[in-house]
């Protein structure tokens, strides 16, 4: 049978509701659209999860702040349909956002602390925004699986740690990084580059590598670790304004000075009109 594509909640919960009825799994890939590689290898995971895949597309404007860059966010909805199809979605979401926010919308979803480290110290409301539009499609879909790409590391986490207190019967599987060949990591926003920042951005992760490097080779010093990378940004990625890179605990996304379990080094780096975020497991 060929995509559906559906843009109400009602439509959404009713076919959801009658592939269950039929003893049938779902898996729900939430995306922002404009896809890449990376959203595609997020709906070939999906693929082999659930008997049914949604692929939801939606740009939610509660995740960003009044100065970003949510009118401009890049959108192309039948070249994103067309890649959902090629990719085995059954079903592609695509609500007007007064279909999943009520005029009168009150309740958030949010998970504070973890919400206002790393990426919400400049994105304060961001997390909320994202909690509460997965809550939303959580229960519309009733997934059995909800598909997160690694790259937002700590959406992940908070996505985790929220299912987890609220008891949302989902599994959230996380799928590898994907990049470009040069090893910038895939995202939306890297249309915002210019030619010249787009050619400096591989820098972003070879930063990350060198100190994952250095943690192979012995080194555990949080401080030692970041120095290095920043020392090397500072020559190889002019063109970049740090947001934040901190060494963290990769499940409760704390700061850690030293590395004695699982660690991330997370980042945000400005490069012109862009915010890219990348992150890499340290061991
Ligand atoms: P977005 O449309 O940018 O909100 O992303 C939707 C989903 O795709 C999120 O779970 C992201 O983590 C994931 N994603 C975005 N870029 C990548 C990438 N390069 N590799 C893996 N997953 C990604």
Redesign the pocket.
Known sequence: MDMQILSTAQELAAVCRQWHREGQSIALV????YY?E??A??MDKARTLGDRVVVSLFVNPTQFGPNEDYAAYPRDLERDAQIAREHGADLLFTPAPEELYAEDAATWVEVPEMGQLLCGISRPIHFRGVCTVCSKLFHLTQADYAV?????WQ?QAIIRRMVRDLFIPVTIVG?????AADGL????RNVYLTEEERAQAPEIYAGLQYAKDMVTHGETRASVLRDAVLRRWASRLPLGRLDYLQVIDSASLNQIEEITGPATMACAIKMGKARLIDNIQLN
């Open positions: 939430p995306t922002m659209g890449h990376g959203h290898a997020l997160f790409g690694n790259k937002d959406q799928v590898p990084i994907v990049r990591a895939l995202s939306s």
